[in-house]
């Protein structure tokens, strides 16, 4: 079954220092993986998008990584502000068309004065 | 630019009553998607378009009918509301199978 799997659930960091999220996927065979950021009460917007032959991409202070070999994905956030507070959801979907993409359950992160 | 607009923003709704959610985009794209967000789970696609007219059926469409009469409008509807049925509901349209851009969602709450 695909899935797609994130840690941790929640982090609570102070504002200014750097963290690391993480996603795993069993979602095959793979297409791209995306990183949503969700505030409160919103719909999630797309940080980054990330395909097969890329590992690395940069949107800001946002960083995310993909091992497709070992199907993982990090989102790593760089001084972080008040306003990263947020669910960030890992995103895959399969290379067969139609519409199989795996939403993962997100990681909520607290960012504390 | 509105982008994604959902109508209504929340809802409670008594068991077996009916609905319908509406969603607009204005970005002229040809795929329309509806989705359902319950705590601790990712969003879950519940019908899905890629055009005007058409429609089917993603991972948990029971309970739910859709209808896509104009390119720019996708409508979720719930004939009979059940408790399961609450949750936050969120609308997303794309260009074919690119960045999807969601609305702002529906909270429903069914009693």
């Known amino acids: 079954k695909n899935q797609v799997e994130q840690s941790p659930q929640s982090l609570i960091i102070l504002e200014g220092k750097n963290c690391t999220l993480q996603c795993n996927y069993t979602v095959s065979p793979f297409s791209n993986l995306r990183w949503y950021k969700q505030d409160t009460g919103r719909g999630p917007v797309s940080l980054t998008i990330?395909?097969?032959?890329?590992n690395t991409k940069s949107n800001g202070r946002y960083t995310a990584t993909l091992d497709a070999d070992t199907k993982q994905s990090s989102l790593h956030i760089t001084a972080s502000q008040l306003s990263d507070s947020a669910s960030y959801i890992c995103?895959?979907?399969?290379?067969?068309?139609?519409?199989?993409?795996?939403f993962g359950a997100g990681t909520r992160l607290f960012v504390k004065a | 630019n509105a982008g994604v607009t959902q109508t209504p923003k929340f809802r409670v709704l008594k068991t077996g009553q009916s609905m319908t959610l509406l969603c607009a985009q204005d970005?002229?794209?040809?795929?329309m998607y509806w989705y359902r967000q319950d705590p601790g789970m990712g969003l879950r696609l519940i019908h899905y378009s890629v055009g005007e007219g058409t429609t089917a059926k993603g991972e948990v469409p029971d309970g739910y009918n859709v209808s896509r009469l104009k390119k720019q409008n996708f409508l979720l509807g719930l004939e009979s509301a059940a408790p399961s049925q609450t949750s936050v509901y969120f609308c997303?349209?794309?260009?074919?199978?690119?960045?999807?851009?969601f609305g702002q969602g529906t909270r429903l709450t069914v009693v």
């Open positions: 995103v895959v979907t399969d290379h067969t068309g139609g519409f199989k993409t795996i």
């Open positions: 990330m395909t097969f032959s890329e």
């Open positions: 970005m002229n794209h040809e795929y």
């Open positions: 997303a349209s794309s260009y074919r199978g690119s960045e999807a851009f």
